[in-house]
Nanobody
């Protein structure tokens, strides 16, 4: 049974930082690209950042570039999202996701490439 469990969300003031973690089990983590997506109230779920299976390739949405950093620890089956200089517009539910494909040496921004999803972590940034 595949599980992705996000943690680390919460309420923070604008300009602050949060670190999200995603613990995975039931899949060969080191073989899969991982992504973080987010969904604000009343909006579509959107891509934020992804990382290739070996961590060498990352892509960031323009809206988070320079402020967010994705990383992974294949020994622990974990992926992280460090979020700095948070803005009220970053308020959303953040989801980690695992690519449906294995052994791909890149990562992609398309939501439909990701098959396994966590339950989401709420991030609220107050102004």
């Amino acid at each position: 049974q595949v599980q992705l469990i996000e943690s680390g969300g919460g309420l923070v003031q604008a300009g602050g930082s949060l670190r999200l973690s995603c613990a995975t089990s039931g899949l060969t983590f080191s073989n899969r690209a991982m992504g973080w997506f987010r969904q604000a109230p009343g909006k579509e779920r959107e891509f934020a950042v992804c990382i290739s299976r070996n961590g060498r390739i990352t892509y960031y949405a323009d809206s988070v570039k320079g402020r967010f950093t994705i990383s992974r620890d294949n020994a622990k089956n974990m992926v992280y999202l460090q979020m700095n200089s948070l803005k009220p517009e970053d308020t959303a539910v953040y989801y980690c996701a695992a690519d449906r494909r294995t052994l791909i040496d890149t990562c992609v921004v398309e939501r439909n490439a990701y098959y396994y999803w966590g339950q989401g972590a709420q991030v609220t940034v107050s102004s």
